[in-house]
Nanobody, 123 residues
Framework: QVQLVESGGGLVQAGGSLRLSCAAS????????MGWFRQALGKEREFVAA????????YYADSVKGRFTISRDNAKNTVYMQMDSLKPEDTAVYYC????????????????WGQGTQVTVSS
């Protein structure tokens, strides 16, 4: 079992930055591919970014490439997402997720999900 707890959401003006964190329980954190997803009001949950177990390979949705950066610290069992140049359309609840396989993470078929943290970008 893996428990995920997100933090770092909030209200920011367009063009600003936020850093999300996701702390994971368990002793096998590095064996999981970690991902971030988001769900805007009235829309389906969508993939945002993922990082391999070592963190050396990262993957992004086209909508956030060049603006968001996923990273992880396996010693701290934590994954981060640095969000820069935020836009109003980035407003959503952001979820941390984990699974042992990359294709499952990218398709939203994760074994584990966090509760989510709200990010609101004002224009």
């Amino acid at each position: 079992q893996v428990q995920l707890v997100e933090s770092g959401g909030g209200l920011v003006q367009a063009g600003g930055s936020l850093r999300l964190s996701c702390a994971a329980s368990g002793r096998t954190f590095s064996s999981y591919v970690m991902g971030w997803f988001r769900q805007a009001l009235g829309k389906e949950r969508e993939f945002v970014a993922a990082a391999s177990g070592s963190g050396t390979s990262t993957y992004y949705a086209d909508s956030v490439k060049g603006r968001f950066t996923i990273s992880r610290d396996n010693a701290k069992n934590t994954v981060y997402m640095q969000m820069d140049s935020l836009k109003p359309e980035d407003t959503a609840v952001y979820y941390c997720a984990a699974d042992g396989q990359l294709y499952k993470v990218k398709r939203g078929l994760n074994a584990y999900w966090g509760q989510g943290t709200q990010v609101t970008v004002s224009s």
